[in-house]
T-cell receptor
Framework: ETGVTQTPRHLVMGMTNKKSLKCEQH?????MYWYKQSAKKPLELMFV???????ENNSVPSRFSPECPNSSHLFLHLHTLQPEDSALYLC????????????FGQGTRLTVV | LAKTTQPISMDSYEGQEVNITCSHN???????ITWYQQFPSQGPRFIIQ???TKVTNEVASLFIPADRKSSTLSLPRVSLSDTAVYYC??????????FGAGTQVVVTP
């Protein structure tokens, strides 16, 4: 248990569906992150939030839309995804964006059909 | 961020010491060396971090030579549960974590 909780753990969605991934941390951290991990590929940093403000967006397609309503919660809204978007989506938090120790959640295994 | 290079895989037997060396020839002055561990279908977990010389905690040791162009993660007396992917990362004062392919360590009885 890392203190970072992601729901759901597994998600299957059609290409026309809209779904959201949720991440929650009660570690008192100020920075939160979304990573994508595809099969046999390194983790890719998608978004970085610091104190609820997005500070980094690594050229992620607009079909992925993050939301950070407060420092404890982070969402990733998904719409009109493609099969190649199937991956493990990982949320992480850290005390601040300058911290090198991040705490990761268990991830959401997403399958787009 | 400077790139890191580490072996794709390593095999070991239970009870042995496993040493994973990571090359980072272009490491910057401000970069720290950080290692993470990842089990299948789970998020990575921070193991250890260092800047120079040697760092030891309850899980592992990290050896960094004076030129800092490489580092070695040492896992003492591994068990089956140490089978995982181990990532070597460089992170600067902004803390940006850039993961590479990692090293798949397989421990067998």
């Amino acid at each position: 248990e890392t203190g970072v909780t992601q729901t759901p753990r597994h998600l299957v969605m059609g290409m026309t569906n809209k779904k959201s991934l949720k991440c929650e941390q009660h570690l008192g951290h100020n920075a939160m992150y979304w990573y994508k991990q595809s099969a046999k590929k390194p983790l890719e940093l998608m978004f970085v939030y610091s104190l609820e403000e997005r500070v980094e967006n690594n050229s992620v397609p607009s079909r992925f839309s993050p939301e950070c309503p407060n420092s404890s919660h982070l969402f990733l809204h998904l719409h009109t995804l493609q099969p190649e978007d199937s991956a493990l989506y990982l949320c992480a938090s850290s005390p601040g964006v300058s911290s090198t120790e991040a705490f990761f959640g268990q991830g959401t295994r997403l399958t787009v059909v | 961020l400077a790139k890191t290079t580490q072996p794709i895989s390593m095999d070991s037997y239970e009870g042995q010491e496993v040493n994973i060396t990571c090359s980072h020839n272009n490491i910057a002055t401000n970069d720290y060396i950080t290692w993470y561990q990842q089990f299948p279908s789970q998020g990575p977990r921070f193991i250890i971090q260092g800047y120079k010389t040697k760092v030891t905690n309850e899980v592992a040791s990290l050896f960094i030579p004076a030129d800092r162009k490489s580092s070695t993660l040492s896992l003492p007396r591994v068990s089956l549960s140490d089978t995982a992917v181990y990532y070597c990362l460089l992170s600067d004062s902004w803390g940006k974590l850039q993961f590479g392919a990692g090293t798949q360590v397989v421990v067998t009885p």
